[in-house]
């Protein structure tokens, strides 16, 4: 078989969404073009743009890195990555180790910080009485450790690895849970109009998992392939298993479902989001809708 787009060989994917095939060199071409095009198409960054990146060092961060660094080279933005220990045993310090050693390879300023540091409390510590499941606690406690260090180092964007399949489990999850509000938070771009938040960014949003791996592997990245222990137990993890099942016959079903919510993402909007009042946590200080933000409200039970 030989490639769609040079005519050579040998093909490494077949893309079945799109029926395309490509060799090695034309898949990764392909891939940066896809996400600086989106870069532009949705108007993620501005030039003169300080971001912070999410760097876990699993494959959706570092593929982000990698194609954010040519926006840095090209003197467009400037590139802070930061790497959040979240204190899980046999697990996250390998991701820590690697997040830093391609950092400095592709000479990318790096932070880490810890849960411990800036909450005094491991996740696994929290998960020795929880009131939750680990990625609820995850979730909210990255966000908000991602929210301070942004202000901390002055970035005004924060980008993260979200792919296709994270984006269109979200969408399904809560829609599965009727959780309306959350819904209209989804996007390639966030849009709070409080400016103690900085805008988030998703360049990976319409690149599928499988490609993302394809990707740093093609291009020989280091990256953390083991799974986080807690990652089983999700309902996230339930509704991913479930869309992959069905893409198998229907490989075009995430595309899709993607581009139906957001055709109908400004009427949800228009019904359906809650307007929050502006406030401030009592206890942080960072932007709430409640006297207390989901992470002190959180740090209050444990
Ligand atoms: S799987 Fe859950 S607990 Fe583990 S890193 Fe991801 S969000 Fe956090
Ligand atoms: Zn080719
Ligand atoms: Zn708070």
Not at 80 to 89: F, M, P, Q
Request: aromatic share 6%; charged share 25%; with cysteine.
């Amino acid at each position: 078989m030989k490639c769609d787009s040079c005519g050579s060989g040998p093909v490494i994917i077949h893309r079945k969404h799109s029926g395309q095939v490509l060799c090695k060199d034309c898949f990764i071409q392909r891939m940066q073009k896809k996400v600086l095009k989106d870069i532009r198409k949705y108007k993620l960054v501005r030039k003169g743009d300080k971001i912070l990146l999410g760097l876990s060092g699993g494959k959706d961060s570092v593929m982000t890195m990698d194609i954010l660094s040519n926006l840095q080279e090209r003197g467009i933005v400037e590139l802070v990555a930061v790497t959040i220990d979240e204190g899980i045993a046999g697990y996250r310090a390998e991701g820590v180790e690697i997040a830093t050693e391609i950092a400095r390879e592709m000479n990318i300023q790096h932070k880490v910080v810890s849960f411990n540091e800036y909450l005094g409390v491991t996740l696994d510590e929290m998960m020795k009485n929880p009131h939750s499941g680990a990625c609820t606690y995850c979730g909210v406690f990255r966000r908000w450790i991602l929210n301070r260090v942004a202000r901390e180092v002055g970035a005004t964007k924060i980008a993260t690895g979200h792919n296709l399949d994270d984006e269109v489990q979200s969408i399904l999850m809560n829609y599965l849970e009727g959780n309306l509000d959350n819904l209209t938070r989804i996007g390639v771009k966030s849009q709070s109009n409080d400016p103690r938040f900085t805008v988030k960014i998703k360049p990976l949003r319409e690149v599928p998992e499988k490609e993302v791996a394809l990707y740093v592997l093609a291009r020989e990245l280091p990256v953390h392939l083991a799974e986080c222990p807690y990652s089983g137990d999700s309902f996230r993890a339930e509704v991913g298993h479930f869309l992959k099942e069905i893409s198998l016959k229907h490989p075009t079903i995430m595309y899709s479902t993607l581009r139906g919510f957001d055709r109908i993402k400004p009427v949800l909007k228009k019904e359906y989001s809650r307007k929050s009042p502006h406030t401030m946590c009592e206890v942080c200080g960072e932007p709430a809708a409640t006297p207390l933000c989901k992470a002190c409200s959180f740090l209050k039970m444990m």
